[in-house]
Nanobody
Framework: QAQLVESGGGSVQAGGSLRLACAVSGGYTQINYCMGWFRQAPGKEREGVAFIDVDYRTGYVDSVRGRFTISKDNAKNILFLQMNSLKPDDTAMYYC??????????????????WGQGTQVTISS
């Protein structure tokens, strides 16, 4: 079973930047399937934020497009989320996830079935 461990969360002021990382380990290379970042704010449902497929194509939810960048390092089995121009509305617990067995159509958020424990991001105004 693959394991995902997020890091890089923290507290910054609006307009600042953070870079999240997700280390992927396990018996097989989950890094080669759809990988994504999700977030859940207090009182809200979890939402998909960004994905990257096996061909390095990426997609973003409208609220973060142009500010966030998802990337991965296959050699090191690490997924990243660079977050710039952060807003208070970005405050949430951020999770990385894998849609095991799926390499494309990674915007089907319900396919994600392996999750990390989350890292908190707090943006102050």
């Amino acid at each position: 079973q693959a394991q995902l461990v997020e890091s890089g969360g923290g507290s910054v002021q609006a307009g600042g930047s953070l870079r999240l990382a997700c280390a992927v380990s396990g018996g097989y290379t989950q890094i080669n399937y759809c990988m994504g970042w999700f977030r859940q704010a207090p009182g809200k449902e979890r939402e998909g934020v960004a994905f990257i497929d096996v061909d390095y194509r990426t997609g973003y939810v409208d609220s973060v497009r142009g500010r966030f960048t998802i990337s991965k390092d296959n050699a090191k089995n690490i997924l990243f989320l660079q977050m710039n121009s952060l807003k208070p509305d970005d405050t949430a617990m951020y999770y990385c996830a894998v849609a095991s067995g799926w390499r494309w159509e990674c915007d089907e958020w319900k396919r994600y079935n392996i999750w990390g424990q989350g890292t908190q991001v707090t943006i102050s105004s």
